[in-house]
């Protein structure tokens, strides 16, 4: 309990800026106010400022607009809660969980552009699998760039010196500078085996999404990984840019097409006021949003729960205070 009570309270805080950008101001318009055309433009307004998106706020909009034709909303408040419902209502029973492999190693992909948190992500999945008492083996893909092989090294070397003794170890494999990545990742897969390790998690390049090259080669650093390991990758994680908004559903398309994502992690969401991109990636796609990056620290990446983010996002001053 104590644990589910820490995630709720990391979400929360983490969507503090978002709240302030939508449900504070929906409160304030809506208290003591009769339910008109004019206030639901105003909600209409605010769902698109926190980047709800252009589909997802027709379709709440349109819900309210119905409840209040049918009097079953007449004043502002009731259509707070009415909003709230219709949000949790967009996201079906799913199986959010990481796919792992019957037998070990699990193989998980990691994608995304330049600066969408995607390295750090890496080094959070990597906490949260070694937390669960699983080895883990980081593959720098990213070849090109010598930062983010050094980023995955001190995060490895951390990680393994923080859990201590008798915890399970997080590896690194990594190959030359300017190296082929798909070589990297047979290589990871690779150690892996021979190691007896419980789980391959495969760093790539911030692929910029409008250069098909660069996605053929992700392309192939997913086939090179399942001709080293049959059913891999077991999971293709896309993280995506809170921050970036509107500009994530295209990341979500194009990624998609090329190497199947299974999954989304939304990073930077605690540096943000457009938290509301979730929404509108749910209307757009169905790939399930897995996690969500709250912070900075290895702790900060919490499984995503639908119930759990809408009353995050809406939650008064109070309950932050109660957390």
Same mark, same amino acid.
């Given at each position: ?32 106010r ?33 409840a ?13 809660e009415?909003?709230k +419902? ?8 799913? *199986?959010?969980?990481?796919?792992l ?16 948190g995607?390295?750090? %992500?890496?080094?959070?999945? +990597? ?20 930062g ?20 399970? +170890? ?48 992700l392309?192939?650093?997913? *086939? ?59 209307q ?12 900075? %620290? ?17 939650? %008064?001053?109070?309950?932050?205070r109660?957390?």
């Amino acid at each position: 309990m104590a644990l589910i009570k820490g995630v709720l309270s990391k979400v929360r805080s983490g969507l503090r800026r978002t709240r302030q950008a939508l449900a504070a101001p929906l409160r304030s318009v809506l208290s003591g106010r009769t339910l008109d055309e004019a206030l639901i433009r105003e909600i209409e307004a605010a769902l698109i400022q926190a980047d709800v998106g252009v589909a997802a706020t027709r379709r709440l909009v349109g819900s309210i607009r119905e409840a209040r034709s049918s009097g079953a909303l007449t004043r502002g408040e009731d259509a707070l809660e009415h909003l709230k +419902a219709e949000l949790k209502a967009m996201w079906p029973s799913a *199986d959010r969980a990481l796919r792992l492999a019957d037998t070990p190693p699990t193989v998980i992909l990691v994608a995304g552009i330049n600066g969408s948190g995607k390295t750090t %992500t890496t080094a959070k999945l +990597a906490a949260m699998l070694q937390a669960q008492g699983k080895s883990v083996l980081l593959g720098a893909c990213d070849t090109f760039r010598a930062g983010a092989v050094k980023q995955l090294e001190v995060w490895a070397h951390r990680l393994t010196e923080r859990a201590g003794a008798g915890a399970p +170890a997080v590896h690194l494999v990594r190959g030359a500078e300017g190296g082929d990545p798909a070589a990297v990742a047979f290589d990871a897969c690779d150690a892996a085996v021979s190691r007896g390790v419980d789980v391959v998690i495969l760093d790539t390049a911030g692929r910029l999404h409008t250069q098909d090259p660069l996605m053929r080669q992700l392309a192939k650093i997913r *086939d090179v990984a399942a001709k080293r390991i049959p059913g891999a990758p077991h999971e293709v994680l896309l993280v995506l840019d809170a921050t970036s908004g509107q500009n994530a559903l295209r990341q979500a398309a194009v990624f998609t097409d090329a190497i199947d994502v299974t999954g989304i992690i939304l990073a930077k969401l605690d540096g943000t006021a457009r938290g509301g991109s979730v929404v509108a990636i749910r209307q757009a796609t169905d790939i399930p949003v897995k996690f969500i990056g709250v912070g900075e %620290t290895p702790e900060d990446l919490a499984p995503f729960d639908p119930d759990a983010f809408v009353e995050a996002l809406f939650a %008064t001053d109070d309950a932050d205070r109660a957390a």
